[in-house]
């Protein structure tokens, strides 16, 4: 069997000891990997008792069966908790070189739980784990932390860290890897939950190989594959996911000043990709095994760190401190997007955050202060103020550090119209009602507002193996609750597997699964492989509904549902989430509730 490293890992920081239990051949291959098997985990405890900062969380991060085997795409890795942000189900996804090495250490995933009694780093080391002291990293910034560790146990060594924020259990704070290349494992504030242990870092490193049922198939698969993935994901090679920046504005899928203007393509034109790479580019990088390389690199413009390279921002950091901020403006962006890195914290929550603030001022909710910038749309000094109020919980960054949905409701009814939100998670920067199936896929997300659901490829590209051999109308409603059931299944999947989603274009049903059979041997069909992307995304629903979620916390934000744009690629349009939802529940098996019925639990093997 191959693709594993057949080992779980619990440690437990409290009291220093280490437990490795063995990854059955049935649990593989009915959770597969990643936020799969971190589902399965959870399944086991009482998850609505767990205290999201307390010592029983448990902070999982976890590889896939597809991790470290030379498929492109396929360098990821999973990190879950209960989130300390919504008190719900959490998960993050990142890239770099992290998931690899974990499993060539000897683990295809590590549970931490407890709580160290000093600032702490977990290294995982030839198959040794051990716990050290972080004194001389507290503290630090993501980007100081990555260089001295990596000094210290050697430059192939993979580092995962948080900055001060997470230190400080700030709700939006993130995991990042890769120091100044910044690859984040962002939302629901893994990071707050790993400063809530005394974990500063995990540092991984190894020498195993992933074994590989078939090695010489699969390599045939990959460089026959080659061709198509460099021609399909060519504009991503050549300027990341900024290179969808202005095509999501002309459709309003991007939009501006708090989700209020639809028609911003021609402002954002200086924001583009091209614009990007050609005035501040600074060269790229790359996942391994990936040969696409949509990692850019740029020359931080201003500030404290001016003339230095950094991972350049990516479509979300872009939308959400551009013109989410009424900003248009490079050095802003790129300034707030590398504060954000270095700080480790979550682009898209702070983003949103800021925007929120600024329209809150504008309605005389809240009053400029005394000093400093002014908090406005257009300021890029009010954005760089904000994100350190923040980071460091003072001024109006106290009232922010939990999100939008927190300071909505300290702030009345009337903000809480605009607060851009779902189960307490901002909003990536893609719009429901330019693509109508993100509606279903925000409302029903098992940690929030969230596109990783993947439905709004399905109204972009042709998904032939989903049923789907020509891309969908976008403002079609018909059809779309099953549409976006199916396709939140086959994203389980790439969560899983642990392949990147970019590549959801190429990788179609047919592909994927026989990529994974070459490394498995499962010799598994395609409804088998469907189901388990299905069970996984069921068992997080009723994590969350052991919580106390129902139907009633399945929706969109206000503004997103009621308020339409008078102008640009999306004027006059709203979502019919109701509807879409009903279509939905019954595709999927579930009560009018919202909540799994018995037989598709049984169908599923979770009763």
Not at 255 to 280: F, I
């Amino acid at each position: 069997m191959g693709g594993y490293m057949e080992k779980l890992a619990w440690i437990d920081l409290s009291t220093q000891t280490v437990k490795v239990e063995e990854l059955s051949e049935e649990i593989r291959r009915k959770y597969i990997g990643g936020t799969g098997l971190a589902a399965y985990i959870f399944r086991q405890t009482l998850f609505h008792k767990i205290d999201p900062l307390g010592p029983e969380n448990i902070l999982i991060f976890a590889t896939g069966p597809l991790t470290g085997t030379g498929i492109p795409t396929s360098g990821r890795y999973a990190v879950a908790a209960k989130s300390p942000q919504t008190g719900i189900w959490g998960e993050a996804d990142s890239g770099g070189r992290f998931g690899a090495a974990l499993k060539a250490a000897g683990y295809d995933a590590i549970a931490i739980r407890g709580r160290a009694s000093s600032p702490s780093v977990l290294t995982v080391i030839g198959g040794e784990i051990a716990v050290v002291s972080a004194e001389n990293v507290w503290g630090k910034d993501t980007y100081e932390t990555f260089d001295i560790l990596t000094a210290k146990y050697g430059p192939k060594s993979a580092v995962v860290c948080i900055g001060p924020p997470g230190e400080r259990l700030v709700p939006l704070a993130n995991i990042m890897s890769e120091g100044s290349h910044a690859r984040a494992a962002g939302r629901c504030g893994m990071g707050a939950v790993m400063g809530s242990k005394n974990l500063k870092a995990v540092v991984a490193d190894g020498t195993l190989r992933v074994p590989i049922a078939h090695p010489k198939e699969l390599l045939e698969a990959i460089r026959a594959l080659a061709p198509g993935m460099m021609e399909k994901m060519k504009r991503v090679a050549d300027y990341g996911t900024p290179g969808g920046t202005v095509g999501g504005a002309v459709i309003a899928d991007l939009s501006a000043r708090n989700w209020t203007d639809g028609d911003c393509s021609k402002a954002v034109e200086c924001l583009s990709g091209e614009n990007m790479v050609g005035q501040y580019g600074a060269g790229k990088y790359h996942c391994p095994p990936c040969f696409v390389g949509c990692g850019k690199k740029t020359r931080i413009p201003k500030g404290p760190h001016a003339g230095e390279i950094s991972g350049a921002p990516e479509y979300e950091a872009i939308a959400g401190f551009g013109p989410q901020c009424g900003i248009y403006d490079w050095n802003t962006v790129i300034e707030a997007n590398d504060l954000c890195n270095r700080l480790g914290m979550d682009t898209i929550s702070v983003s949103g955050s800021v925007a929120f603030v600024f329209e809150a001022v504008s309605r005389g909710l809240l009053q400029n202060p005394v000093s400093g910038p002014k908090l406005e749309w257009g300021s890029g000094e009010g954005v760089l103020s904000l994100i350190r109020q923040i980071a460091e919980g003072e001024g109006v960054g106290s009232l922010l550090q939990g999100g939008v949905r927190k300071a909505s409701e300290r702030l009345g009814p009337e903000a809480e119209k605009f607060a851009v939100q779902v189960k307490g998670l901002e909003a990536p920067y893609h719009d429901p009602r330019a693509l109508v199936s993100l509606a279903v896929a925000y409302a029903t997300s098992p940690r929030g507002a969230c596109h990783r659901g993947c439905t709004h490829n399905v109204e972009r590209v042709p998904l032939p193996g989903l049923g789907y051999p020509a891309a969908l109308d976008r403002f079609e409603q018909k059809g779309k609750g099953k549409a976006a059931a199916l396709v939140q299944n086959y994203a389980e999947l790439f969560n899983s597997l642990k392949v990147c989603q970019i590549a959801m274009r190429v990788y179609d049903v047919p592909i994927l699964l026989q990529l994974t059979n070459y490394v498995t041997d499962w010799g598994m069909e395609a409804a088998e492989f469907l189901m388990a992307g299905e069970r996984s995304l069921n068992v997080k629903r009723m994590l969350n509904i052991s919580c106390g979620l129902s139907r009633a916390d399945d929706t969109l934000p206000y503004r997103l549902e009621h308020e339409q744009f008078p102008t640009g690629g999306a004027a006059g349009k709203v979502p019919d989430l109701p509807k879409m939802l009903d279509e939905y529940y019954e595709f999927r098996g579930w009560g009018s509730d919202g909540v799994p019925g018995e037989s598709k639990l049984k169908e599923l093997g979770l009763l």
